[in-house]
């Protein structure tokens, strides 16, 4: 197997963070392999805040009032022009290459949803996302907790069956 293939099959989500953070080059590495990739109409519609600074951290928190982000002290939020092409679309794949790069580089990842449901939308939220540098009418896509786990790394789910077919030019195999 090939290196790429190697990183999507070993990606998995994790939910158990310990307390040591994934170094800013490792962090310029995740987020370049997001920039690069394809976008609707190359419009390249997004905005990401990488969080480590303790006290930015403890803020996302206090917004969501909780930590969805299974204790990792590492935030990467993705924000989106909602005027884009495709901007789920574009987004939702730079945030599917950026947790293979950091699986590439031996840091864990998970994407964490509870952001985007309006935890920018109150006036402190706002505030946040200036704090942020988040461009004016962006919203938030979601979120990607990184860094470190104690714990053992789950097995892949089982793929369900049935859900592709190839047409060849010779025969037709299913699963
Ligand atoms: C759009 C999207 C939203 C997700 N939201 C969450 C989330 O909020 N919390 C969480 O623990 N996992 C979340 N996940 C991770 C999925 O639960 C996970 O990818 C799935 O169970 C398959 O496991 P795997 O990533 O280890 O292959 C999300 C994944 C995607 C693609």
């Not at 790429?4 to 307390?19: A, F, H, K, W």
């Not at 590492?74 to 901007?87: E, G, L, N, S, W």
């Not at 919203?139 to 097995?155: H, Y």
Request: hydrophobic share 40%; proline share 6%.
């Amino acid at each position: 197997m090939n290196e790429v293939m190697e990183c999507i099959m070993n990606r998995r989500s994790v939910r158990s963070y310990n307390d040591e953070l994934p170094t800013g080059e490792q962090l310029e590495t995740i987020i370049k392999a997001g920039l690069y990739a394809a976008s609707g109409m190359n419009d390249q519609p997004w905005y990401f805040a990488a969080v480590q600074q303790p006290q930015l951290v403890a803020q996302a928190r206090e917004l969501l009032g909780g930590d969805p982000f299974y204790g990792a002290n590492t935030i990467i939020f993705a924000f989106v022009d909602p005027q884009a092409h495709t901007p789920m679309q574009s987004v939702s794949l730079a945030l599917g290459n950026m947790m293979l790069a950091a699986e590439s580089l031996g840091v864990c990842s998970c994407w964490i949803n509870a952001p985007s449901k309006g935890m920018f939308d109150s006036q402190q939220g706002q505030a946040f996302a200036g704090q942020l540098g988040v461009p004016a009418g962006y919203r938030c896509a979601g979120s990607l907790a990184v860094g470190f786990t104690d714990q053992s790394i789950p097995a892949a789910k089982p793929r369900r069956a049935g859900t592709y077919k190839i047409f060849k030019c010779a025969q037709q195999y299913e699963n």
